[in-house]
């Protein structure tokens, strides 16, 4: 569990930066499609047959007549009371959560948490009913463990796949990014200017000629 919180962990403080990586690459220059992870079952169709199977173990059970003392069976009590609310209150709205998008790490890992500790709370009732409850009781118990366990097992390789390919989608942003600043802008081609449209010349007015006088004729004396 330490372990692949770790991992989750990880990727989830990754994925605040892929962010900005994206929108830097795409304003350079369209980025190469990116990879998805591959479509897998639902968190709740991964869980949903050993939760069925453990609520129908917990109404087939009488942990008030085991065998045992007063304090283990108070304690057993609360245990059972505990697996029944997490069933019925707390679980269905986290894997609705997680439903709604499976391939976020942060919205599947609070129902993952939750199954380690109803697993947890159940491996006790499962102890005491070993040593102190009727076979039919403590197998019925031990084939319900066995199934969370699986289906657990499940949900985590699950957020361990999505981890591991939304690390590989960070890793192909940051190198498109590289190979982005890497490449020189191309300089683009100046057009040259249109050539200035030539005027053309009006013809000058033909200058009109001045009109001739006639010629004065002084008359002869008589």
Not at 66 to 74: F, G, R, Y
Not at 117 to 123: I, M
């Amino acid at each position: 569990m330490t372990r692949l919180s770790s991992a989750l962990l990880f990727v989830t403080m990754l994925a605040a930066p892929c962010a900005t990586l994206a929108a830097q690459a795409t304003s350079a220059q369209t980025p190469a499609p990116i990879s998805r992870p591959p479509a897998a079952p639902l968190p709740s169709v991964i869980l949903q047959p050993a939760l069925d199977n453990l609520q129908q173990t917990l109404a087939f059970i009488h942990p008030d007549r085991w065998k045992t003392s007063a304090t283990v069976n108070q304690e057993t009590l609360g245990n059972i009371a505990s697996i029944q609310t997490d069933l019925k209150t707390t679980l269905p709205p986290l894997l609705t959560v997680a439903d709604a998008n499976p391939s976020s790490i942060a919205q599947t890992l609070p129902a993952y948490r939750n199954i380690e500790a109803l697993y947890d709370v159940l491996l006790r009732v499962t102890e005491v009913a070993t040593l102190a409850a009727p076979t039919p009781q403590s197998n019925a118990l031990k084939q319900s463990l066995e199934s969370l366990e699986r289906s657990r097992r499940d949900l985590g390789d699950r957020l361990q796949s999505v981890a591991l390919t939304e690390n590989q989608r960070l890793h192909d942003l940051q190198s498109q990014l590289r190979t982005t600043q890497s490449t020189p802008t191309p300089t683009p081609a100046v057009c040259p200017p249109p050539p200035a449209p030539v005027k053309k010349r009006k013809p000058r007015p033909k200058p009109t000629p001045k009109p001739t006088t006639p010629a004065t004729t002084t008359p002869s004396p008589q």
